[in-house]
């Protein structure tokens, strides 16, 4: 898990969000109610969840 922890924009915490919208997110579950449920009201903070893209796998197989 390599997300930021703060928001770049508004610098409020959304790196503790990341695996609980991730895995209700791959049950097929709208983003809209995950962000409701847990409280990210901004479209800064849902910027940062929406956007990321989990490379650090990826990366590593070109470690060496």
Same mark, same amino acid.
């Given at each position: 898990?390599?997300?930021?922890?703060?928001?770049?924009?508004?610098?409020?915490?959304?790196?503790?969000?990341?695996?609980?919208?991730?895995?209700?997110?791959?049950?097929?579950?709208?983003?809209?109610?995950?962000?409701?449920? =847990?409280?990210?009201?901004?479209?800064?903070?849902?910027?940062? =969840? =929406?956007?990321?893209?989990? =490379?650090?796998?990826?990366?590593?197989?070109?470690?060496?």
């Amino acid at each position: 898990m390599m997300i930021p922890v703060r928001c770049f924009s508004c610098g409020k915490v959304v790196g503790e969000y990341y695996e609980e919208f991730e895995k209700r997110t791959s049950k097929g579950e709208p983003a809209e109610k995950i962000f409701k449920d =847990l409280g990210i009201e901004r479209y800064c903070c849902r910027r940062m =969840l =929406l956007s990321h893209v989990d =490379l650090i796998d990826d990366i590593i197989k070109y470690s060496k």
